[in-house]
């Protein structure tokens, strides 16, 4: 898997792959129909699309030539040390292989001016908390409303860089 920035002919891919990891990993939290709604919404083409434009951010795709094994979503907020980790989604079939770990110091890298990387998390996530942690992130408080519109608690994990 080689990592590069997305472009608009992946998004019918990157649309595939957050469907069938968001269902393999939520659909036992939130339910499948719930999950179904989320992602028909959150990751509709024009999420995506819209996501593409957004200044100062990073979409990244892991890419091995046939198919995308991840993608990447990052943003600064308005204060350029601060960058939010929106999206990090490796398929089922490729995780445990580094590559969210490659995804993400990827991210590290694409924000010069970043010194504090933040993210929120499901916390009956316990995979990517694991991931997280083993990463440098420590909790630094919750949310009541993960992504800002979805009335899903969530846990705030922080990175310090720099
Ligand atoms: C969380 C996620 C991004 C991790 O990506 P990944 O490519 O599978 O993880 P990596 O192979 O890079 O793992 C790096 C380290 O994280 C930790 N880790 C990863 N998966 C783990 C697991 N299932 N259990 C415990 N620790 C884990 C380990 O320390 C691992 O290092 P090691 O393999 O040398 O022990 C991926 O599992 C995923 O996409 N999950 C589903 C979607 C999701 O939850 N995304 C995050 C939403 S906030």
């Known amino acids: 898997m080689f990592i590069r920035t997305a472009s608009e002919r992946d998004l019918d891919a ?3 792959l957050l469907v069938e990891t968001w269902h393999a990993t939520y659909d036992a939290i939130y339910g499948p129909e719930q999950v179904t709604a989320i992602t028909d919404d959150w990751h509709s083409i024009a999420s995506l ?3 593409l434009a957004r200044p100062n951010s990073e979409f990244l795709v892991a890419d091995d030539g046939k198919r995308l094994g991840s ?4 943003a600064a907020t308005t204060d350029p040390k601060i960058v939010l980790l929106n999206q990090l989604y490796v398929s089922p079939g490729c995780q ?3 590559i ?3 995804l993400l110091e990827e991210v590290e890298a694409s924000f010069p001016e970043m010194r504090t990387l933040r993210l929120e998390v499901e916390e009956a996530n316990a995979v990517a908390i694991a991931f997280y942690e083993a990463n440098g992130f420590r909790t630094t408080g919750r949310t009541a409303d993960c992504g800002g519109s ?6 705030i994990l ?3 860089l720099g």
């Open 158 to 160: 922080e990175k310090r």
């Open 14 to 16: 990157v649309r595939a």
């Open 150 to 155: 979805s009335g899903l608690p969530a846990l």
């Open 71 to 74: 993608m990447a979503f990052a």
């Open 100 to 102: 969210g770990r490659a």
């Open 96 to 98: 445990r292989q580094g």
């Open 49 to 51: 699309k819209a996501q």
